[in-house]
């Protein structure tokens, strides 16, 4: 019976990851990558655009990511969920709990992220399993999901590491994982959306941005973070050509670009 509740839940959650991979991915696709390519081209961090291999390459690389993500959710929601502190019942902690577990698990998933990333850069790991991610120097919304099978698997940690640290509803955790692939689009999109001047804010200066992770695909090394710059700050791994290169792609069109980027 619990391989039949297993079956289920695999199905869904592979059935459902790749929808909404499709759907997120494709849809800032098709709008940055053909209908407003021409509009923002001031705001492409990069200036030539990926090659068809790449993108066939990255769907191939996420679509088996799905699989290993969907594994670890069924592993995790039904053969250890008596184990775990996931939860169904919203009254069991009430509603200002439900909406605390977000904060919650974004400070986890980033400090998660970004030790599991600092790690994944060692020369050995970086070889045997990193490199698949970045084999996309330039990056596009199909790239979000592109790992090697281990480095999935420790991705898809999150899901454990969740559910043995603190109480989160089912529902709350979905969600999540939802803003989290959103995120993940975005930061691997080629474009920087945030306004002119955001990583000078007292807030922008530890989010975490599209520059930021791009700046990391080209170079290799620096801006380790997920969604936020804290730890990169903290350890001095944010790059030194970080806030200029963020100046140079939010400058508006009338003004002179700081630099040529040849990609």
Same mark, same amino acid.
């Given at each position: 019976?619990?391989?039949?509740?297993?079956?289920?839940?695999?199905?869904?959650?592979?059935? #459902?990851? +790749?929808?909404?991979?499709?759907?997120?991915?494709?849809?800032?696709?098709?709008?940055? $990558?053909?209908? @407003? #390519?021409?509009?923002?081209?001031?705001?492409?961090?990069?200036?030539?655009?990926?090659?068809?291999?790449?993108?066939?390459?990255?769907?191939?690389?996420?679509?088996?990511?799905?699989?290993?993500?969907?594994?670890?959710?069924?592993?995790?929601?039904?053969?250890?969920?008596?184990?775990?502190?996931? $939860?169904?019942?919203?009254?069991?902690?009430? /509603? +200002?709990?439900?909406?605390?577990?977000?904060? @919650?698990?974004?400070?986890? %998933?980033?400090?998660?992220?970004? /030790?599991?990333?600092?790690?994944?850069?060692?020369?050995?790991?970086?070889?045997?399993? &990193?490199?698949?991610? &970045?084999?996309?120097? #330039?990056?596009?919304?199909?790239?979000?999901?592109?790992? %090697?099978?281990?480095?999935?698997?420790?991705?898809?940690?999150?899901? @454990?590491?969740?559910?043995?640290?603190?109480?989160? %509803?089912?529902?709350?955790?979905?969600?999540?994982?939802?803003?989290?692939?959103?995120?993940?689009?975005?930061? &691997?999109?080629?474009?920087?959306?945030?306004?002119?001047?955001?990583?000078?804010?007292?807030?922008?200066? /530890?989010?975490?941005?599209? +520059?930021? *992770? #791009?700046? *990391? &695909? !080209?170079?290799?090394?620096?801006?380790?973070?997920?969604?936020?710059?804290? /730890?990169?700050?903290?350890?001095?791994?944010?790059?030194?050509?970080?806030?200029?290169?963020?100046? !140079?792609?939010?400058?508006?069109?009338?003004?002179?670009?700081?630099?040529?980027? @040849?990609?």
């Amino acid at each position: 019976m619990i391989w039949d509740d297993f079956l289920i839940r695999w199905t869904r959650i592979a059935s #459902n990851v +790749t929808f909404r991979y499709f759907l997120i991915a494709g849809v800032a696709f098709f709008l940055f $990558y053909f209908i @407003l #390519n021409g509009v923002l081209a001031n705001r492409k961090m990069q200036a030539k655009f990926p090659k068809l291999k790449d993108y066939s390459r990255d769907i191939t690389y996420s679509l088996i990511t799905i699989l290993i993500f969907a594994t670890m959710a069924a592993v995790v929601f039904v053969l250890l969920r008596p184990y775990t502190m996931y $939860y169904r019942d919203v009254e069991k902690y009430g /509603w +200002t709990y439900f909406y605390l577990s977000f904060p @919650l698990m974004f400070l986890i %998933h980033d400090a998660y992220f970004y /030790w599991a990333h600092r790690i994944m850069h060692h020369p050995r790991l970086f070889k045997a399993i &990193h490199k698949v991610h &970045h084999q996309s120097t #330039n990056p596009s919304p199909w790239t979000a999901y592109a790992f %090697h099978p281990f480095e999935a698997i420790v991705e898809a940690g999150i899901i @454990l590491v969740l559910g043995f640290v603190l109480p989160v %509803h089912q529902a709350a955790f979905g969600l999540f994982m939802l803003f989290q692939f959103s995120y993940n689009v975005y930061g &691997h999109l080629g474009y920087e959306l945030y306004p002119k001047n955001f990583q000078r804010t007292w807030i922008g200066k /530890w989010i975490n941005t599209g +520059t930021a *992770h #791009n700046l *990391h &695909h !080209q170079y290799f090394h620096g801006n380790y973070g997920l969604y936020t710059l804290i /730890w990169d700050r903290l350890f001095g791994t944010l790059r030194e050509d970080y806030e200029k290169k963020f100046d !140079q792609v939010t400058q508006s069109t009338a003004e002179p670009k700081m630099e040529k980027h @040849l990609a």
